[in-house]
């Protein structure tokens, strides 16, 4: 069976997405052809199902980008000079985009169609979008940052303004005319003297495809850029952007068939399980193979401290897992646990440092200042928590392999199976499948790369799914970090000297990507070592204190190999530092008597910053706020954060009820205002931007990883609990700040930063008790409380 033929067990063949192919049925059919019929590609399991994959090709830079001139790029798929590599018509005249990045769960796919049909003059509904298939798609760094629209959008709206562009060119040809006397609509290129005298577009298609070059910034990952000839639409002729178009994976969650990695199914498939130390630093010493004779089919894949069983059937290979018999060597224990972590963060001795923020002479202002207050704001070490286990299947043969993942970066899953098996990565393919969650680097790219290993030595495709307590344990966690804060006021209550440092763990300690073996559990396990990286970042709200230092410095790893308390990107990879800053914005606000909102607008001058912050006070009227009488052990407080990341802009207000005798805490509302730039998708921007919060809500009052010195704790719901319903807000009420005039900034981290800060100002308002620890529990709330 073609490595391709990946399709989801039911009855009937595949019927997702409305493909009406049975299992196979794409062997040997090349992606030119699936266009000549019309044929509906799927988004997550089809293939563009050649017999050859592409050679490499190496590139030279085109236009000058970050990097670009100091290297030649090696491709192991389609080329960003292609305008076929990002669009392609179908014979029925839809349109196929080919996007290079996938959706996390906010419908990115959706507004790709949506700037892929503005500039096509088609329906959104007449644009598939194939996402992150190292096969089908160029290299666009998967998802990451919140780049998806503000960068990972701009090729495509070039490609169909190219598109729209030769399809006119075409239609001249044929009618005879100059192509400044015809339009596009409807999918027709028409007469606009003569709008009777049209041309479909089905009729303009060529067996060839587009065959034109574009310009490429000889980039791949998230700032790849590539353009044609054509100028996109401007803003003010916009029909389709700025509607709210509908998801199209709504009915199938509501009613439970969407499909997931953890569906996919090849003939002769092994189903695998791992076997972590029960400490880390522990590698098997002796194992007992005879301890899983009696499970039929039972096999195991051993390798210094990677441990692996393998079965026909899944339950067998959990058996398997559960009844081999291992002897461990000593483990290497963390030298400290969770309640010391922030006394060995303060003592530890940096790695790396920067001073990355500085401005005048804050020493000299601070020394002048009429009043000088400092705080120490603490942040924990937190799981991504993935609702499943991360799950992938590979089926290595002797010359590729194919690899389906629910990792968010599918091309960095191609480079480190490359890398991991010696195979060129045109020999590898990697198809982004829905998986349990995402957000940043989680246990997804553990999986795939250990599924490909585990295919490549037993000689068939392999199924791999980690148990609830090793995603938990063992996925790479946000880090843990301090800030420390110190500022002046003068008489008049402005701020007179700032300065802000962090310390902590490096913000990736593995990368973000997965295309270093080294970067993975499998590749530290056996033996390929560690490709260390010591980097935290300064905030990017921009105060503007005439006098600051801020800086950071980084601490060393507890462990340096395969330790399950390796730090990552964790969705909004900075919020940590807007909880400290935000918060100690409030106390400046207090200790000079101001209300907090024009505190922070009077060392503001960023009119968008601005914007977002009056936009939030107008909507919750804050200047009109009367804090309700408490009510037996019921109090309430408001609260108000800003934030800034990259292009977009977010200022939010929380209402709160607090429980002084359990210390438990509700958001019971939200007010946002959210200034992304243009809007391509308003009701999914509302969505997502209520994600945002509920997630951060979690994460503030509750997401902490405990550990001890042999090993994280944090194993199940239980003991790493998430918000529950009875805590969600009761009202998320939005105010979106659309600027066509401005490019679209990312959304689907921006939300979230200012949460916490709003929650622990929300609990002063209410108590006048200081919370500088997160998640701000219910355990040490009513501690501050019983202090105060």
């Known amino acids: ?46 293939a563009k199902a050649s017999g050859q994959a592409p050679s490499p090709t190496t590139v030279p830079p085109l236009v000058a ?154 980039e791949l990952g998230n700032f790849l850029n590539a353009r044609g000839v054509a100028e996109p639409k401007p803003p003010s002729t916009y029909k389709v952007v700025g509607k709210s178009v509908p998801r199209a994976d709504l009915r199938e969650n509501a009613f439970g068939t969407l499909k997931f990695v953890t569906d996919v199914r090849l003939k002769d498939m092994l189903h695998a399980r791992v076997i972590r130390p029960s400490a880390p630093g522990s590698e098997p010493t002796a194992i007992d193979k005879s301890s899983i004779a009696h499970i039929a089919g039972a096999q195991l894949v051993h390798e210094k401290g990677f441990l692996a069983v393998l079965a026909p059937r899944e339950w067998d290979a959990i058996r398997a897992a559960q009844a081999l018999k291992v002897d461990w060597s000593p483990p290497a224990r963390f030298p400290v646990d969770a309640e010391s972590i922030f006394d060995h963060i ?91 969650g995402s957000y940043g680097r989680n246990d997804a790219g553990d999986a795939a790369l250990e599924a490909a290993y585990l295919s490549r030595a037993v000689g068939k495709p392999v199924r791999l799914q980690y148990m609830r307590d090793q995603a938990t344990a063992w996925d790479p966690k946000g880090p843990a970090t301090m800030h420390f804060c110190e500022a002046g006021l003068d008489a008049a209550g402005a701020v007179q000297g700032f300065a802000f440092k962090s310390k902590g763990f490096s913000r990736f300690d593995v990368s973000f990507i997965e295309s270093d073996p080294r970067d993975t559990l499998i590749g530290q396990m056996i033996g390929l070592g560690h490709n260390h990286r010591t980097y935290l970042a300064v905030p990017e709200e ?114 709160i009820e607090l429980n002084r005798a359990t210390g438990v805490v509700r958001p019971v509302r939200w007010t946002v205002a959210h200034d992304c730039g243009l809007v391509i998708n308003p009701g999914n921007l509302d969505l997502t931007i209520e994600g945002n919060i509920v997630q951060g809500t979690s994460r503030a009052l509750l997401e902490e990883v405990s550990f001890d010195t042999n090993g994280v704790t944090s194993v199940d719901w239980i003991t790493y609990p998430i918000l529950e319903i009875s805590l969600a807000p009761d009202t998320i009420d939005i105010v979106q700040i659309n600027r066509p005039e401005v490019a679209s900034g990312g959304a689907g981290e921006t939300a979230m930063r200012p949460v916490a800060a709003a929650i622990g100002n929300a609990i002063f308002a209410a108590t006048g008790v200081r919370m500088r620890r997160a998640p701000l529990t219910p355990a040490r709330i009513q501690a501050a409380l019983a202090k105060s």
């Open 1 to 46: 069976m073609p490595l391709w033929d990946a399709h989801v067990d039911h009855p009937g063949g595949c019927q997702r997405d409305g493909c009406s192919m049975n299992r196979g049925s794409l062997s040997g059919v090349a992606r030119r052809d699936l266009l000549k019929s019309g044929a509906a590609l799927l988004v997550t399991f089809a």
């Open 65 to 218: 980008g970050p990097g670009a001139g100091q290297r030649a790029v090696v491709l192991a798929g389609p080329s960003p000079e292609q305008l076929d590599s990002f669009i392609a018509l179908r014979a029925d005249g839809g349109f196929i985009a080919y996007f290079g990045k996938i959706d996390a769960g906010q419908g990115i796919d959706v507004a790709i169609a949506q700037i892929v049909a503005e500039e096509l003059d088609v329906q959104p509904g007449s644009v598939e979008v194939v996402l992150g298939d190292t096969e089908q798609t160029v290299d666009q760094g998967g998802a990451s940052a919140g780049l998806g629209i503000e960068k990972g959008a701009i090729p495509l709206r070039y490609a169909a303004a190219e598109a729209r562009r030769l399809l006119i060119a075409r239609a001249a040809e044929t009618l005879k005319l100059p192509p400044a006397r015809l339009m596009t609509a409807d999918g027709h290129v028409i007469v606009q003297d003569e709008p009777s005298r049209r041309i479909a577009y089905s009729a303009l298609r060529s067996d060839q495809g587009f065959a034109t070059t574009m310009k490429w910034n000889g």
């Open 346 to 436: 303060r003592a530890s001795p940096p790695t790396a440092a920067s001073r990355g923020g500085m401005r005048g002479d804050a020493p000299g202002a601070l020394a002048k200042a009429a009043k000088r207050l400092s705080a120490t704001y603490a942040w924990p070490f937190q799981s991504h928590a993935s609702m499943g286990p991360a799950c992938a299947v590979a089926n290595v043969t002797g010359t590729r392999a194919t690899i389906w993942s629910g990792s968010q970066k599918p091309h960095g899953i191609q480079q480190g199976v490359s890398k991991l098996l010696g195979m060129p990565p045109s020999r590898v393919r990697a198809i982004w499948v829905r998986g349990p």
């Open 542 to 655: 921009p105060y503007a204190f005439a006098d600051q230092a801020i800086s950071w410095e980084t601490v060393a790893p507890l462990l340096p190999l395969a330790s399950p308390l390796r730090t990552a990107h964790l969705r909004d990879p900075l919020g940590y530092l807007n909880f400290a800053t935000e918060c100690f914005l409030d106390e400046l606000a207090h200790a000079s008597g101001q209300d907090p909102v024009a505190f922070r607008l009077r060392h503001l001058q960023d009119s968008r910053a601005i914007g977002v912050i009056k936009a939030v006070a107008a909507r919750a009227k804050w200047g009109e706020y009367v804090s309700p009488r408490p009510v037996g052990d019921m109090v309430f407080g408001r609260g108000v954060a800003f934030a800034k990341r990259f292009e977009s802009y977010v200022a939010v207000v929380v209402d």
